[in-house]
């Protein structure tokens, strides 16, 4: 006999794909080497420029714009244009949760 295992609800990590992951670490790895790493360990864009949800946003539309025309590398770094997308969003996604923390905490 199985043992129970009770995961209903929980997260399925294993759905994300294990490459995609790497290549997001790899853009926000390029990005802390490009700007900077933070001294505190934080990371580096939710400081300044980064923290700007509309710059975000261009910058992923740019990137995604890049691979609709068939760049699907970036020359500048070697990493694909949809990576450097997801990198933004991603960004994107923590703003609006450090926003949502600063409402609760009030």
């Given at each position: 006999m199985r043992p129970k295992k009770f995961d209903k609800g929980k997260p399925m990590y294993h759905l994300f794909p294990v490459e995609v992951h790497e290549q997001v670490?790899?853009?926000?790895?390029?990005?802390?080497?490009?700007y900077g790493?933070?001294?505190t360990g934080e990371p580096?864009?939710?400081?300044g420029q980064g923290h700007n949800p509309n710059r975000l946003i261009s910058a992923a539309y740019r990137h995604i714009a890049e691979y609709r025309k068939g760049n699907k590398i970036d020359?500048?770094?070697g990493l694909p244009h949809l990576t450097?997308?997801?990198?933004?969003l991603v960004m994107l996604q923590d703003l609006?949760?450090?926003?949502?923390?600063?409402i609760k905490d009030r």
């Open positions: 670490v790899q853009g926000f790895t390029y990005g802390a080497e490009k790493e933070s001294p580096n864009w939710r400081k020359p500048e770094n450097a997308a997801i990198c933004n609006e949760n450090e926003k949502s923390r600063i």
